[in-house]
């Protein structure tokens, strides 16, 4: 899996279960210690050689394990190895005493372990950390610090041991594809407490990132850190899909070994929106849910309990304020949006026509800018006032149907035991009313709803169809799209919510299609919650 598939795996499995405990995290050896054992076998090396070493040679060898701080990170992820090995419950003493021997083995000095299994065992590892640390960036990650980049970037929070999700880790399991790349990034940005921080992604660096794209150096130079740059961080981005290493070899006299990092495009896409200046919903809110962990945890030092309640005040607070703005920005540009459209009709041919068309390329993009950053605004505040939940769609579908005041005949039909959906119920609601203001308004008389579930009981298929006009092919779906409609005075605002709904909450997908005998069916297919609750 990926990096960011694997960390939601591990955001799921805490969401999941109710005793995920704190893991006991690995004895990790000081970087001034490996630094200093390295030197002294290095030296051991040079005066025990049966021959004096050439002094090309011998800076070879140093440079493999000096430069770039190789040393410490071969020696970090043999200590880990060995504890999930034979070393599990060793003390730090007898690790380090392992490490020593596998790096005195790898240089050149002939030492052995105790027994001949220990000596396989301990070679077999130290390849494998060699391998992975081939490089700053070069090599496969270390996936079991998950645990530990969830609770780091406040994903997770402890409370009395027990291992429990937040509104940081509810987020991203409610998104997918690049929006969960931004998210983290997000989060990582509200967090970092500079270009050093190992964890997370700042600013600056995602500045420095983005004026140098691309940067290669030689071993013994290593200028990434005073680039500004964490190499930790660097193996992220490469493991998010928005970096790959530069590693070549000018095979010369002097065999200069080259390492390096290049910015891909998904990369500078998405730094470039991180540092939008003027901040985005993604942004306001990882910045506001990220406040509201941090006094979580103050709180928690002090020996003060937090109130549950409490703890995603500002968090609601700033999702419903958003959720307003958007609205009345929204109400205001629509309106505005359809009576363009119409003087865009009534002055073609007449002598403003040239000044319109001047004007127009100006006057549309501004307006679908706006409207597109206001409906982000929406679905990112809905992320920040709770996660999804569980709820039975058939009971929903009758909800709906009682809470409407209408003349169409609406037929319900579906079984009570059906397996339920994640999201939010209130708002499955609402989408269902509008597709039934939507059949009343175009002039439809009964409407029949059916909720049944699929053969592979994997998905439930609910079929809305309407007795009206009907919905011609070229149009099927273009109505789904904001500010489109086929009927006189129509805002073009009741569909796309339902697609909204559909397709971004309820992560199902929505058609409308052929209804035998005419008039409109509107087919959506829902995944079925994987914890369902009857």
């Excluded at 070879?60 to 000096?66: C, E, I, N, R, S």
């Excluded at 700042?202 to 983005?210: C, H, M």
């Excluded at 409490?310 to 958007?326: D, E, G, K, Y």
């Excluded at 971004?504 to 409308?512: H, N, P, S, T």
Aim: hydrophobic share 40%; glycine share 8%.
């Amino acid at each position: 899996m990926s990096f960011i598939e694997d960390v939601k795996d591990y955001l799921q499995r805490v969401h999941d279960s109710k005793d995920v405990q704190e893991p006991t995290p690995p004895i990790l050896l000081e970087p001034e210690w490996i630094r200093a054992e390295t030197l002294r076998l290095l030296e051991r090396l040079e005066s025990k050689s049966p021959e004096p070493r050439s002094r090309s040679a011998h800076t070879k060898t140093y440079l493999q394990w000096m430069a770039g701080e190789r040393a410490v990170g071969f020696a970090d992820i043999l200590a880990t190895l060995l504890q999930e090995s034979f070393l599990a419950g060793a003390s730090r003493t007898e690790i380090e005493d392992y490490v020593r021997l596998a790096i005195a083995k790898r240089i050149g000095l002939k030492e052995r372990a105790a027994t001949l299994t220990r000596d396989l065992e301990l070679e077999h590892l130290s390849e494998q950390a060699w391998a992975e640390s081939d490089s700053p960036v070069g090599g496969p990650d270390d996936w079991h610090s998950i645990p530990d980049y969830a609770r780091e970037i406040r994903a997770t929070r402890v409370v009395r041991d027990r291992v429990e999700l937040t509104p940081i880790g509810n987020v991203l399991l409610a998104l997918t594809g690049r929006d969960a790349v931004q998210w983290l990034l997000n989060v990582e940005a509200a967090q970092s407490t500079g270009p050093d921080d190992d964890w997370r992604l700042s600013r600056g660096a995602a500045e420095r990132l983005l004026k140098s794209p691309r940067f290669v150096e030689e071993p013994g130079y290593w200028r990434i850190v005073d680039h500004g740059l964490s190499w930790s961080t660097l193996r992220r981005l490469r493991a998010l899909g928005l970096l790959q290493v530069v590693d070549e070899m000018a095979l010369e006299e002097d065999e200069t070994d080259l390492f390096g990092y290049e910015l891909l495009e998904p990369g500078i896409r998405a730094l470039e929106v991180l540092l939008t200046p003027n901040g985005t919903p993604f942004s306001v809110l990882a910045a506001t849910l990220s406040q509201d962990e941090a006094l979580a945890a103050l709180e928690g030092s002090s020996g003060r309990a937090l109130p549950e309640a409490s703890l995603n005040t500002s968090a609601m607070a700033t999702a419903r304020q958003a959720r307003l703005v958007a609205h009345e920005i929204r109400n205001a540009l629509i309106p505005a949006q359809v009576a363009l459209s119409s003087l865009y009709g009534a002055l073609g041919g007449s002598s403003a026509e040239t000044e319109l068309t001047r004007l127009r390329p100006r006057i549309d993009p501004g307006i679908n800018r706006v409207l597109k950053f206001v409906n982000d605004l929406l679905k990112t505040s809905e992320l920040a006032t709770r996660p999804p939940e569980a709820f039975n769609l058939f009971r929903a579908v009758v909800d709906a149907k009682s809470s409407i005041s209408t003349t169409l005949g609406i037929g319900v039909s579906g079984s009570m035991d059906l397996p339920s959906v994640l999201g939010y119920r209130e708002r499955f609601v609402l989408a269902v009313v509008n597709l039934l203001r939507n059949a009343e308004q175009v002039g439809a008389k009964n409407v029949d709803i059916t909720v049944t579930l699929e053969d592979d009981s994997q998905n439930l298929l609910l079929l809305v169809d309407d007795d009206g006009p009907g919905v011609s092919v070229e149009h099927r779906e273009r109505i789904f799209q904001r500010g489109v409609t086929l009927r006189t005075g129509g805002a073009g605002e009741g569909l796309a919510l339902v697609k909204e709904v559909i397709e971004f909450e309820l992560r199902g997908k929505i058609a409308c299609v052929d209804k035998p005998g005419g008039g409109a069916r509107f087919q959506m297919r829902l995944p079925v919650a994987e914890r369902s609750l009857r």
